[in-house]
Protein backbone atom coordinates (compact mmCIF):
# COMPACT_ATOMS: atom_id res chain seq x y z
CA UNK A 1 0.00 0.00 0.00
CA UNK A 2 1.32 3.48 -1.33
CA UNK A 3 1.75 6.63 1.39
CA UNK A 4 -1.57 7.70 -0.83
CA UNK A 5 -3.12 4.45 -0.47
CA UNK A 6 -2.76 4.88 3.68
CA UNK A 7 -3.93 8.84 3.64
CA UNK A 8 -6.72 8.12 1.65
CA UNK A 9 -7.43 5.11 3.77
CA UNK A 10 -7.30 6.88 7.03
CA UNK A 11 -9.34 10.12 6.10
CA UNK A 12 -11.72 7.62 4.98
CA UNK A 13 -12.09 5.78 8.25
CA UNK A 14 -11.94 9.78 10.21
CA UNK A 15 -14.77 10.62 8.06
CA UNK A 16 -17.03 7.54 8.37
CA UNK A 17 -16.42 7.71 12.43
CA UNK A 18 -17.25 11.38 12.01
CA UNK A 19 -20.83 10.56 10.15
CA UNK A 20 -21.39 7.59 12.64
CA UNK A 21 -20.58 9.83 15.33
CA UNK A 22 -23.07 12.77 14.06
CA UNK A 23 -25.69 9.85 13.37
CA UNK A 24 -25.23 8.43 16.97
CA UNK A 25 -26.22 12.42 18.38
CA UNK A 26 -28.88 13.12 16.53
CA UNK A 27 -30.20 9.36 18.46
CA UNK A 28 -28.99 10.76 21.35
CA UNK A 29 -30.82 14.08 21.19
CA UNK A 30 -34.23 12.50 20.16
CA UNK A 31 -34.30 9.87 23.10
CA UNK A 32 -33.60 13.18 24.98
CA UNK A 33 -36.47 15.23 24.34
CA UNK A 34 -38.57 11.86 24.21
CA UNK A 35 -41.63 12.80 26.69
CA UNK A 36 -40.75 16.20 26.98
CA UNK A 37 -43.24 17.51 23.94
CA UNK A 38 -40.50 19.23 22.76
CA UNK A 39 -41.76 17.64 19.65
CA UNK A 40 -45.05 16.52 18.30
CA UNK A 41 -44.96 12.78 18.72
CA UNK A 42 -45.60 12.56 14.79
CA UNK A 43 -43.12 14.79 14.06
CA UNK A 44 -40.56 12.86 16.40
CA UNK A 45 -41.42 9.59 14.86
CA UNK A 46 -40.50 10.99 11.38
CA UNK A 47 -37.05 12.44 12.54
CA UNK A 48 -35.96 8.92 13.90
CA UNK A 49 -36.98 6.99 10.91
CA UNK A 50 -35.06 9.99 8.38
CA UNK A 51 -32.13 9.31 10.97
CA UNK A 52 -32.37 5.90 11.34
CA UNK A 53 -32.34 5.26 7.67
CA UNK A 54 -30.19 8.21 6.62
CA UNK A 55 -27.33 7.26 8.30
CA UNK A 56 -27.78 3.51 7.76
CA UNK A 57 -27.65 4.33 4.14
CA UNK A 58 -25.10 6.65 3.96
CA UNK A 59 -23.03 4.52 5.82
CA UNK A 60 -23.60 1.62 3.65
CA UNK A 61 -22.70 3.24 0.63
CA UNK A 62 -19.72 5.77 2.26
CA UNK A 63 -16.88 2.76 1.48
CA UNK A 64 -18.13 1.81 -2.00
CA UNK A 65 -19.40 5.34 -3.65
CA UNK A 66 -17.79 8.08 -0.67
CA UNK A 67 -19.24 9.79 2.16
CA UNK A 68 -20.79 13.09 0.49
CA UNK A 69 -22.05 10.59 -2.69
CA UNK A 70 -23.47 8.45 -0.26
CA UNK A 71 -25.33 10.93 2.27
CA UNK A 72 -27.28 12.21 -1.28
CA UNK A 73 -28.01 8.92 -2.94
CA UNK A 74 -29.52 7.80 1.03
CA UNK A 75 -32.11 10.60 0.13
CA UNK A 76 -33.73 8.58 -2.12
CA UNK A 77 -34.52 5.52 0.79
CA UNK A 78 -34.54 7.67 3.57
CA UNK A 79 -37.09 10.57 2.40
CA UNK A 80 -39.73 7.87 1.10
CA UNK A 81 -39.37 6.04 4.67
CA UNK A 82 -39.75 9.12 6.39
CA UNK A 83 -43.23 10.28 4.66
CA UNK A 84 -44.45 6.10 4.75
CA UNK A 85 -43.91 6.56 9.13
CA UNK A 86 -45.67 9.85 8.47
CA UNK A 87 -48.80 7.84 7.11
CA UNK A 88 -48.87 5.34 9.36
CA UNK A 89 -47.87 7.41 12.73
CA UNK A 90 -51.68 9.08 11.63
CA UNK A 91 -53.66 6.04 12.85
CA UNK A 92 -52.60 6.70 16.21
CA UNK A 93 -53.34 9.37 18.80
CA UNK A 94 -50.96 9.58 20.81
CA UNK A 95 -48.31 8.73 17.81
CA UNK A 96 -45.73 6.52 19.62
CA UNK A 97 -48.63 3.83 20.20
CA UNK A 98 -47.07 3.01 16.50
CA UNK A 99 -44.01 1.82 18.13
CA UNK A 100 -46.31 -1.11 20.12
CA UNK A 101 -47.50 -2.84 17.01
CA UNK A 102 -44.56 -4.78 15.17
CA UNK A 103 -46.34 -5.50 12.07
CA UNK A 104 -46.43 -1.96 11.39
CA UNK A 105 -42.81 -1.47 12.85
CA UNK A 106 -41.27 -4.68 10.66
CA UNK A 107 -42.81 -3.76 7.31
CA UNK A 108 -40.96 -0.47 7.65
CA UNK A 109 -38.14 -2.56 8.29
CA UNK A 110 -38.82 -4.48 5.28
CA UNK A 111 -39.31 -1.74 3.23
CA UNK A 112 -35.94 -0.09 4.09
CA UNK A 113 -33.85 -3.43 3.64
CA UNK A 114 -35.33 -4.84 0.35
CA UNK A 115 -34.97 -1.51 -0.85
CA UNK A 116 -31.53 -0.90 -0.06
CA UNK A 117 -29.68 -3.23 -2.22
CA UNK A 118 -31.48 -1.63 -5.13
CA UNK A 119 -29.63 1.43 -3.88
CA UNK A 120 -26.23 0.12 -3.29
CA UNK A 121 -26.40 -1.44 -6.87
CA UNK A 122 -27.27 1.80 -8.53
CA UNK A 123 -25.09 3.74 -6.53
CA UNK A 124 -21.82 1.71 -7.41
CA UNK A 125 -22.83 1.17 -11.01
CA UNK A 126 -21.96 -2.43 -10.60
CA UNK A 127 -24.72 -3.27 -13.58
CA UNK A 128 -28.63 -2.71 -13.97
CA UNK A 129 -30.58 -2.20 -11.16
CA UNK A 130 -32.43 -5.89 -11.50
CA UNK A 131 -29.81 -7.60 -12.32
CA UNK A 132 -29.79 -10.07 -10.04
CA UNK A 133 -26.52 -11.23 -9.41
CA UNK A 134 -25.80 -7.37 -8.76
CA UNK A 135 -28.74 -7.60 -6.19
CA UNK A 136 -27.71 -10.69 -4.94
CA UNK A 137 -23.85 -9.41 -3.92
CA UNK A 138 -24.84 -6.00 -2.81
CA UNK A 139 -27.23 -7.80 -0.19
CA UNK A 140 -24.87 -10.33 0.91
CA UNK A 141 -22.14 -7.87 1.11
CA UNK A 142 -24.14 -5.33 2.93
CA UNK A 143 -25.53 -7.40 5.59
CA UNK A 144 -21.60 -8.59 6.38
CA UNK A 145 -20.32 -5.41 6.66
CA UNK A 146 -23.23 -4.26 9.44
CA UNK A 147 -22.77 -7.60 11.09
CA UNK A 148 -19.12 -7.36 11.39
CA UNK A 149 -19.10 -3.88 12.45
CA UNK A 150 -21.82 -4.48 15.20
CA UNK A 151 -19.86 -7.55 16.20
CA UNK A 152 -16.64 -5.01 16.77
CA UNK A 153 -19.05 -2.31 18.29
CA UNK A 154 -19.17 -5.58 21.25
CA UNK A 155 -16.15 -6.56 21.33
CA UNK A 156 -15.35 -2.67 22.13
CA UNK A 157 -17.85 -2.39 25.02
CA UNK A 158 -16.46 -5.33 26.02
CA UNK A 159 -13.12 -4.40 26.50
CA UNK A 160 -13.62 -1.07 27.69
CA UNK A 161 -15.97 -2.41 30.31
CA UNK A 162 -13.05 -5.21 31.34
CA UNK A 163 -10.93 -2.51 31.46
CA UNK A 164 -13.16 -0.05 33.74
CA UNK A 165 -12.76 -3.46 36.04
CA UNK A 166 -9.49 -3.30 36.11
CA UNK A 167 -9.23 0.64 36.83
CA UNK A 168 -11.73 -0.15 39.49
CA UNK A 169 -8.94 -2.27 41.27
CA UNK A 170 -6.71 0.07 42.08
CA UNK A 171 -9.00 3.25 42.62
CA UNK A 172 -9.17 4.95 38.77
CA UNK A 173 -12.42 5.90 37.64
CA UNK A 174 -12.14 7.44 34.44
CA UNK A 175 -13.82 4.65 32.85
CA UNK A 176 -16.94 5.03 35.02
CA UNK A 177 -17.75 8.66 34.03
CA UNK A 178 -17.89 7.61 30.30
CA UNK A 179 -20.70 5.03 31.02
CA UNK A 180 -22.20 7.06 32.96
CA UNK A 181 -22.78 9.72 30.11
CA UNK A 182 -25.40 8.69 27.70
CA UNK A 183 -23.87 11.45 24.86
CA UNK A 184 -20.71 9.75 25.21
CA UNK A 185 -22.26 6.36 25.24
CA UNK A 186 -24.07 7.42 21.73
CA UNK A 187 -20.66 8.99 20.25
CA UNK A 188 -18.39 6.36 20.96
CA UNK A 189 -20.76 4.03 19.59
CA UNK A 190 -21.76 5.53 16.11
CA UNK A 191 -17.80 6.47 15.79
CA UNK A 192 -16.24 2.90 16.53
CA UNK A 193 -19.02 1.74 14.19
CA UNK A 194 -18.32 3.82 11.07
CA UNK A 195 -14.86 3.23 11.46
CA UNK A 196 -15.49 -0.51 11.78
CA UNK A 197 -17.62 0.05 8.56
CA UNK A 198 -14.39 1.66 7.22
CA UNK A 199 -12.03 -0.86 7.97
CA UNK A 200 -14.48 -3.77 6.37
CA UNK A 201 -14.90 -2.37 3.39
CA UNK A 202 -10.88 -1.70 2.90
CA UNK A 203 -10.52 -5.38 3.30
CA UNK A 204 -13.48 -6.31 0.87
CA UNK A 205 -11.20 -8.79 -1.12
CA UNK A 206 -10.28 -10.92 1.75
CA UNK A 207 -14.08 -10.22 3.54
CA UNK A 208 -16.66 -12.47 2.02
CA UNK A 209 -19.77 -13.37 2.52
CA UNK A 210 -19.09 -16.77 0.52
CA UNK A 211 -18.04 -18.60 3.77
CA UNK A 212 -21.68 -17.62 5.68
CA UNK A 213 -23.66 -18.77 2.20
CA UNK A 214 -21.97 -22.43 2.12
CA UNK A 215 -22.23 -23.25 5.44
CA UNK A 216 -25.86 -22.39 4.62
CA UNK A 217 -26.22 -24.64 2.01
CA UNK A 218 -25.12 -27.21 4.47
CA UNK A 219 -28.53 -27.08 6.10
CA UNK A 220 -30.68 -26.94 2.66
CA UNK A 221 -30.77 -31.27 3.26
CA UNK A 222 -31.55 -31.15 6.98
CA UNK A 223 -34.27 -28.81 6.70
CA UNK A 224 -35.88 -31.06 3.56
CA UNK A 225 -35.89 -34.24 5.60
CA UNK A 226 -37.63 -32.31 8.41
CA UNK A 227 -39.74 -31.33 6.28
CA UNK A 228 -40.42 -35.12 4.62
CA UNK A 229 -40.99 -36.30 8.21
CA UNK A 230 -43.37 -33.59 8.75
CA UNK A 231 -45.55 -34.36 5.56
CA UNK A 232 -45.35 -38.67 6.10
CA UNK A 233 -46.01 -37.64 9.93
CA UNK A 234 -49.23 -35.20 9.29
CA UNK A 235 -51.81 -38.29 7.96
CA UNK A 236 -50.73 -39.96 11.20
CA UNK A 237 -50.55 -37.12 13.70
CA UNK A 238 -53.88 -35.48 11.85
CA UNK A 239 -55.03 -32.23 11.45
CA UNK A 240 -56.95 -30.95 14.13
CA UNK A 241 -54.26 -29.44 15.88
CA UNK A 242 -52.80 -27.84 13.30
CA UNK A 243 -55.92 -26.01 11.86
CA UNK A 244 -57.12 -22.83 13.32
CA UNK A 245 -54.04 -22.01 15.38
CA UNK A 246 -52.78 -18.73 14.45
CA UNK A 247 -48.83 -19.54 15.58
CA UNK A 248 -49.32 -22.86 13.51
CA UNK A 249 -49.65 -20.78 10.63
CA UNK A 250 -46.83 -18.74 11.39
CA UNK A 251 -44.55 -21.78 12.28
CA UNK A 252 -45.66 -23.03 8.73
CA UNK A 253 -44.81 -19.65 7.38
CA UNK A 254 -41.45 -19.51 9.06
CA UNK A 255 -40.05 -22.76 7.83
CA UNK A 256 -41.22 -21.71 4.18
CA UNK A 257 -38.90 -18.48 4.70
CA UNK A 258 -36.03 -20.63 5.53
CA UNK A 259 -36.72 -23.12 2.94
CA UNK A 260 -36.44 -19.87 0.51
CA UNK A 261 -33.45 -18.31 1.54
CA UNK A 262 -31.49 -21.83 1.93
CA UNK A 263 -33.26 -22.14 -1.97
CA UNK A 264 -31.81 -18.60 -2.95
CA UNK A 265 -28.46 -19.38 -0.65
CA UNK A 266 -27.73 -22.54 -2.86
CA UNK A 267 -28.29 -20.93 -6.12
CA UNK A 268 -26.38 -18.09 -5.76
CA UNK A 269 -25.90 -15.13 -7.84
CA UNK A 270 -25.41 -17.09 -11.02
CA UNK A 271 -24.63 -20.10 -12.69
CA UNK A 272 -20.77 -20.12 -11.71
CA UNK A 273 -21.36 -20.02 -8.24
CA UNK A 274 -24.10 -22.11 -7.62
CA UNK A 275 -23.83 -25.62 -6.12
CA UNK A 276 -22.84 -27.96 -8.41
CA UNK A 277 -22.69 -31.26 -6.24
CA UNK A 278 -25.65 -33.77 -7.64
CA UNK A 279 -26.72 -34.49 -3.93
CA UNK A 280 -27.39 -30.50 -3.09
CA UNK A 281 -28.72 -30.10 -6.26
CA UNK A 282 -31.74 -32.43 -6.26
CA UNK A 283 -32.07 -31.42 -2.61
CA UNK A 284 -32.40 -27.88 -3.61
CA UNK A 285 -34.83 -28.72 -6.46
CA UNK A 286 -36.99 -31.35 -4.45
CA UNK A 287 -37.05 -28.69 -1.38
CA UNK A 288 -38.79 -26.10 -4.20
CA UNK A 289 -41.30 -28.35 -5.02
CA UNK A 290 -42.25 -29.61 -1.94
CA UNK A 291 -42.64 -25.29 -0.66
CA UNK A 292 -46.23 -24.63 -1.90
CA UNK A 293 -47.13 -27.94 0.89
CA UNK A 294 -46.70 -25.60 3.82
CA UNK A 295 -47.48 -22.57 2.41
CA UNK A 296 -51.01 -24.38 1.97
CA UNK A 297 -51.32 -25.82 5.57
CA UNK A 298 -50.41 -21.98 6.66
CA UNK A 299 -53.08 -20.40 4.33
CA UNK A 300 -55.70 -23.22 5.19
CA UNK A 301 -54.92 -22.38 8.77
CA UNK A 302 -55.18 -18.94 8.70
CA UNK A 303 -58.47 -19.38 6.76
CA UNK A 304 -60.04 -21.16 9.60
CA UNK A 305 -59.09 -18.77 12.25
CA UNK A 306 -60.10 -15.66 10.28
CA UNK A 307 -63.33 -17.22 9.79
CA UNK A 308 -64.45 -17.97 13.02
CA UNK A 309 -63.08 -14.65 14.73
CA UNK A 310 -62.91 -11.90 12.16
CA UNK A 311 -59.85 -10.01 10.85
CA UNK A 312 -56.87 -8.90 13.44
CA UNK A 313 -54.10 -6.59 12.28
CA UNK A 314 -52.12 -9.96 13.44
CA UNK A 315 -54.56 -11.77 11.34
CA UNK A 316 -54.04 -9.29 8.35
CA UNK A 317 -50.11 -8.98 8.82
CA UNK A 318 -50.19 -13.52 8.38
CA UNK A 319 -52.26 -13.37 5.66
CA UNK A 320 -50.32 -10.58 3.76
CA UNK A 321 -47.13 -12.96 4.59
CA UNK A 322 -49.24 -15.54 3.39
CA UNK A 323 -50.21 -14.25 0.20
CA UNK A 324 -46.63 -13.59 -0.91
CA UNK A 325 -45.27 -17.17 0.00
CA UNK A 326 -47.39 -19.11 -1.97
CA UNK A 327 -46.41 -16.63 -4.72
CA UNK A 328 -43.46 -17.31 -4.08
CA UNK A 329 -43.84 -21.32 -3.61
CA UNK A 330 -46.18 -21.73 -6.77
CA UNK A 331 -43.25 -19.94 -8.91
CA UNK A 332 -40.22 -22.30 -7.27
CA UNK A 333 -42.62 -25.07 -7.71
CA UNK A 334 -43.30 -24.33 -11.11
CA UNK A 335 -40.10 -23.40 -12.10
CA UNK A 336 -38.37 -26.61 -10.34
CA UNK A 337 -41.14 -29.02 -12.21
CA UNK A 338 -40.53 -27.22 -15.86
CA UNK A 339 -36.79 -28.50 -15.43
CA UNK A 340 -34.43 -27.17 -18.11
CA UNK A 341 -32.59 -23.84 -17.40
CA UNK A 342 -34.77 -23.48 -14.20
CA UNK A 343 -32.00 -22.16 -11.58
CA UNK A 344 -31.69 -19.33 -13.95
CA UNK A 345 -35.50 -18.67 -14.01
CA UNK A 346 -35.73 -18.73 -10.52
CA UNK A 347 -32.97 -16.06 -10.14
CA UNK A 348 -35.00 -13.76 -12.36
CA UNK A 349 -38.42 -14.89 -10.32
CA UNK A 350 -36.47 -13.91 -6.84
CA UNK A 351 -35.82 -10.05 -8.18
CA UNK A 352 -39.47 -9.66 -9.56
CA UNK A 353 -40.89 -11.11 -6.04
CA UNK A 354 -38.44 -8.46 -4.17
CA UNK A 355 -40.09 -5.84 -6.00
CA UNK A 356 -43.35 -7.34 -5.43
CA UNK A 357 -41.95 -7.19 -1.38
CA UNK A 358 -40.95 -3.58 -1.60
CA UNK A 359 -44.53 -2.80 -3.27
CA UNK A 360 -46.33 -4.65 -0.50
CA UNK A 361 -45.03 -3.44 2.27
CA UNK A 362 -45.20 -0.03 1.27
CA UNK A 363 -48.42 -0.81 0.64
CA UNK A 364 -49.32 -1.95 4.27
CA UNK A 365 -48.17 1.18 5.43
CA UNK A 366 -50.49 3.44 3.49
CA UNK A 367 -54.44 4.03 3.89
CA UNK A 368 -54.69 1.71 1.44
CA UNK A 369 -54.21 -1.02 3.51
CA UNK A 370 -54.90 -0.07 7.22
CA UNK A 371 -55.16 -3.34 8.64
CA UNK A 372 -56.58 -1.57 12.24
CA UNK A 373 -59.52 0.03 9.83
CA UNK A 374 -60.03 -3.00 7.86
CA UNK A 375 -60.57 -4.86 11.15
CA UNK A 376 -62.05 -2.44 13.03
CA UNK A 377 -64.70 -2.76 10.14
CA UNK A 378 -64.42 -6.85 10.04
CA UNK A 379 -65.03 -7.29 13.88
CA UNK A 380 -67.55 -4.64 14.10
CA UNK A 381 -69.76 -6.51 11.37
CA UNK A 382 -69.06 -9.76 13.20
CA UNK A 383 -71.56 -7.86 16.28
CA UNK A 384 -73.67 -6.16 13.51
CA UNK A 385 -74.92 -9.61 11.49
CA UNK A 386 -74.91 -11.58 14.86
CA UNK A 387 -71.93 -13.59 14.18
CA UNK A 388 -69.96 -12.52 17.52
CA UNK A 389 -71.30 -12.28 20.71
CA UNK A 390 -69.84 -9.99 23.36
CA UNK A 391 -67.37 -11.97 24.94
CA UNK A 392 -65.86 -13.10 21.38
CA UNK A 393 -65.38 -9.26 20.15
CA UNK A 394 -61.65 -7.96 21.13
CA UNK A 395 -63.14 -4.94 22.78
CA UNK A 396 -59.71 -4.02 25.08
CA UNK A 397 -57.30 -4.22 21.78
CA UNK A 398 -59.94 -2.05 20.00
CA UNK A 399 -59.64 0.38 23.00
CA UNK A 400 -55.80 0.24 23.74
CA UNK A 401 -54.32 -0.90 20.39
CA UNK A 402 -55.88 -0.14 17.36
CA UNK A 403 -55.67 3.46 17.43
CA UNK A 404 -58.62 5.88 15.96
CA UNK A 405 -59.98 2.92 13.94
CA UNK A 406 -60.52 1.27 17.16
CA UNK A 407 -62.17 4.73 18.75
CA UNK A 408 -64.22 4.97 15.95
CA UNK A 409 -65.18 1.04 15.77
CA UNK A 410 -66.05 1.28 19.60
CA UNK A 411 -68.28 3.80 19.33
CA UNK A 412 -70.03 2.14 16.29
CA UNK A 413 -70.50 -0.81 18.60
CA UNK A 414 -71.86 1.46 21.34
CA UNK A 415 -74.85 2.27 18.86
CA UNK A 416 -75.50 -0.96 18.07
CA UNK A 417 -75.40 -1.90 21.72
CA UNK A 418 -77.66 1.05 22.47
CA UNK A 419 -80.13 0.10 19.29
CA UNK A 420 -80.38 -3.56 21.08
CA UNK A 421 -80.37 -2.89 24.34
CA UNK A 422 -77.26 -4.95 25.16
CA UNK A 423 -76.32 -3.58 28.33
CA UNK A 424 -73.64 -5.88 28.68
CA UNK A 425 -71.95 -5.07 25.87
CA UNK A 426 -72.43 -1.14 27.08
CA UNK A 427 -70.69 -1.59 30.14
CA UNK A 428 -67.72 -4.01 28.88
CA UNK A 429 -67.36 -0.62 26.55
CA UNK A 430 -66.94 1.25 29.41
CA UNK A 431 -64.87 -1.22 31.54
CA UNK A 432 -62.54 -1.22 28.70
CA UNK A 433 -61.70 2.58 29.05
CA UNK A 434 -61.52 2.18 33.11
CA UNK A 435 -59.00 -0.22 33.25
CA UNK A 436 -55.50 -0.35 31.61
CA UNK A 437 -54.65 -4.22 32.15
CA UNK A 438 -55.99 -7.07 29.38
CA UNK A 439 -55.93 -9.30 32.14
CA UNK A 440 -58.37 -6.68 35.03
CA UNK A 441 -60.40 -5.95 32.10
CA UNK A 442 -60.86 -9.80 31.39
CA UNK A 443 -61.34 -10.50 35.65
CA UNK A 444 -65.04 -10.77 36.63
CA UNK A 445 -66.19 -7.49 38.55
CA UNK A 446 -67.04 -7.89 42.27
CA UNK A 447 -70.08 -5.88 43.24
CA UNK A 448 -68.88 -2.91 45.50
CA UNK A 449 -69.52 -3.28 48.60
CA UNK A 450 -71.88 -0.65 50.07
CA UNK A 451 -69.52 1.47 52.35
CA UNK A 452 -66.97 1.44 49.85
CA UNK A 453 -67.10 4.65 48.39
CA UNK A 454 -68.89 6.40 51.45
CA UNK A 455 -65.50 5.48 53.50
CA UNK A 456 -63.23 7.03 50.62
CA UNK A 457 -65.44 10.37 50.66
CA UNK A 458 -65.61 10.63 54.02
CA UNK A 459 -60.98 9.80 54.56
CA UNK A 460 -59.72 11.10 51.29
CA UNK A 461 -58.10 14.39 52.00
CA UNK A 462 -58.64 16.60 48.97
CA UNK A 463 -56.30 19.38 48.22
CA UNK A 464 -55.55 22.30 47.88
CA UNK A 465 -58.00 23.63 50.03
CA UNK A 466 -61.67 24.13 49.28
CA UNK A 467 -61.62 21.59 46.43
CA UNK A 468 -64.23 18.94 47.02
CA UNK A 469 -64.74 15.15 46.61
CA UNK A 470 -68.08 13.51 45.64
CA UNK A 471 -69.52 9.82 45.86
CA UNK A 472 -70.06 10.96 42.26
CA UNK A 473 -66.66 11.65 41.24
CA UNK A 474 -66.04 8.02 41.85
CA UNK A 475 -68.47 6.47 39.93
CA UNK A 476 -66.86 4.04 37.65
CA UNK A 477 -63.56 3.50 39.18
CA UNK A 478 -63.31 -0.33 38.97
CA UNK A 479 -63.06 -1.65 42.60
CA UNK A 480 -59.45 -3.04 43.15
CA UNK A 481 -58.32 0.85 42.59
CA UNK A 482 -61.01 1.82 45.08
CA UNK A 483 -59.81 -0.38 47.51
CA UNK A 484 -55.96 0.61 46.82
CA UNK A 485 -57.39 4.15 47.72
CA UNK A 486 -58.81 2.92 50.75
CA UNK A 487 -56.24 0.66 52.26
CA UNK A 488 -53.52 3.56 51.63
CA UNK A 489 -55.93 5.99 53.82
CA UNK A 490 -56.09 3.15 56.75
CA UNK A 491 -52.46 3.20 56.80
CA UNK A 492 -51.21 6.24 58.43
CA UNK A 493 -48.82 8.47 57.80
CA UNK A 494 -46.03 9.17 60.72
CA UNK A 495 -47.92 12.10 61.89
CA UNK A 496 -50.64 9.97 62.56
CA UNK A 497 -52.71 11.27 59.37
CA UNK A 498 -54.10 9.11 56.76
CA UNK A 499 -52.26 7.72 53.88
CA UNK A 500 -54.01 9.56 51.43
CA UNK A 501 -54.54 12.27 49.06
CA UNK A 502 -57.03 13.44 46.14
CA UNK A 503 -55.10 16.23 44.34
CA UNK A 504 -56.69 18.15 42.15
CA UNK A 505 -54.89 20.18 38.80
CA UNK A 506 -54.96 21.00 35.38
CA UNK A 507 -52.14 17.86 34.56
CA UNK A 508 -53.55 17.51 31.38
CA UNK A 509 -54.85 19.56 28.71
CA UNK A 510 -57.12 17.44 27.09
CA UNK A 511 -60.05 18.32 30.43
CA UNK A 512 -60.89 21.09 33.16
CA UNK A 513 -58.81 20.68 36.40
CA UNK A 514 -62.48 19.70 38.10
CA UNK A 515 -62.43 16.86 36.09
CA UNK A 516 -59.36 15.29 36.85
CA UNK A 517 -57.26 14.42 40.23
CA UNK A 518 -53.55 12.72 41.38
CA UNK A 519 -54.73 10.30 43.78
CA UNK A 520 -51.46 9.76 46.42
CA UNK A 521 -51.85 6.46 48.54
CA UNK A 522 -49.82 4.19 50.81
CA UNK A 523 -49.19 1.17 49.05
CA UNK A 524 -48.51 -2.11 51.69
CA UNK A 525 -44.67 -1.53 51.94
CA UNK A 526 -45.77 1.91 53.19
CA UNK A 527 -44.50 3.61 49.72
CA UNK A 528 -46.43 6.66 48.22
CA UNK A 529 -47.79 5.48 44.37
CA UNK A 530 -49.57 8.02 42.14
CA UNK A 531 -52.83 7.31 39.75
CA UNK A 532 -54.30 9.94 37.35
CA UNK A 533 -57.94 10.33 36.83
CA UNK A 534 -59.96 12.21 34.18
CA UNK A 535 -63.31 12.03 32.65
CA UNK A 536 -63.84 13.76 29.46
CA UNK A 537 -67.09 15.72 28.41
CA UNK A 538 -68.88 12.55 27.49
CA UNK A 539 -68.48 11.39 31.35
CA UNK A 540 -65.70 8.67 30.26
CA UNK A 541 -63.16 7.46 32.90
CA UNK A 542 -59.98 7.18 32.56
CA UNK A 543 -57.00 6.19 34.92
CA UNK A 544 -53.20 5.93 34.46
CA UNK A 545 -50.50 5.04 36.87
CA UNK A 546 -48.65 8.13 37.23
CA UNK A 547 -44.52 9.25 38.05
CA UNK A 548 -41.69 11.45 37.17
CA UNK A 549 -41.35 12.31 33.17
CA UNK A 550 -37.60 12.21 34.16
CA UNK A 551 -37.89 8.47 35.50
CA UNK A 552 -39.01 5.43 34.13
CA UNK A 553 -41.58 3.09 35.89
CA UNK A 554 -44.41 4.91 38.45
CA UNK A 555 -44.37 6.79 41.56
CA UNK A 556 -42.10 4.97 44.59
CA UNK A 557 -41.59 7.42 47.05
CA UNK A 558 -41.26 7.82 50.94
CA UNK A 559 -44.35 9.01 52.72
CA UNK A 560 -42.57 12.32 53.85
CA UNK A 561 -43.96 13.40 50.12
CA UNK A 562 -47.22 12.57 51.04
CA UNK A 563 -47.04 14.63 53.95
CA UNK A 564 -45.26 17.49 52.40
CA UNK A 565 -48.42 17.60 49.43
CA UNK A 566 -50.95 17.69 52.59
CA UNK A 567 -49.18 20.39 54.39
CA UNK A 568 -49.73 22.48 50.74
CA UNK A 569 -46.16 22.07 50.09
CA UNK A 570 -46.57 21.45 46.18
CA UNK A 571 -47.08 23.43 42.77
CA UNK A 572 -48.76 22.16 38.89
CA UNK A 573 -45.70 23.08 36.76
CA UNK A 574 -45.36 22.41 33.40
CA UNK A 575 -43.13 19.14 32.32
CA UNK A 576 -44.32 18.59 28.47
CA UNK A 577 -47.96 17.94 29.98
CA UNK A 578 -48.93 19.79 34.01
CA UNK A 579 -47.26 18.20 36.41
CA UNK A 580 -47.68 17.63 40.42
CA UNK A 581 -44.34 18.99 41.91
CA UNK A 582 -43.50 18.07 45.46
CA UNK A 583 -40.20 19.09 47.02
CA UNK A 584 -38.12 18.28 43.53
CA UNK A 585 -40.04 15.29 42.63
CA UNK A 586 -42.04 15.94 39.20
CA UNK A 587 -45.36 13.68 39.59
CA UNK A 588 -47.32 12.84 35.82
CA UNK A 589 -49.55 11.11 34.20
CA UNK A 590 -48.24 8.15 32.40
CA UNK A 591 -48.38 7.30 28.82
Known sequence: MTDLDVTVAIRDRLAQAAAGTLAALALWALAEVWGREVLPERVWLCLLSLVLVQSGATLALAGPVGLLRGAVMSLWLSLPATLLTWSVASRFDPASRLLQHPQLVLALAGFVFVALPFLVVRAEGRGRMLDYASLFAATWETALRFVLAWVFVGLFWGVLLLSDALLDLVGVGVIDRILEEGVLFYALSGAVLGFALAVIHEARSRVSPYP???????????????????????PLRGLSGLFGDLSSAAILLATAAAAITLISTALDRDEAHAVNSPG??????????????PIALAVWALG?????????????????????MAIYGLGYCLLALRGGDWTARLRRFNVTMAVLLLVASALWLTPLLDSLRISTASQVARYAEARAERGELPIWEMTHDWGRAGQAGLEQLRQLAIAQEDAGLIRALERAREVDSRYLFETPELPLTEDLVPGLVARMQVRPDGAGLSAADLAGIPQHELQSWRDGCARPLPDGRPGCALIRGAFSPAVAAEDQAIVLFLDELGRVRATHLRRNAAGDLFLRPAGDPRQSGGLSAAPELLMQALDGGFAIVPSGQQALEIDGMLISPRD
Open 212 to 234: VLRLLRLLLPVLLTVMVLFLAAL
Open 280 to 293: LRSSTRALAILLPV
Open 304 to 324: IRVTGYGWTPARLFAALSAGL
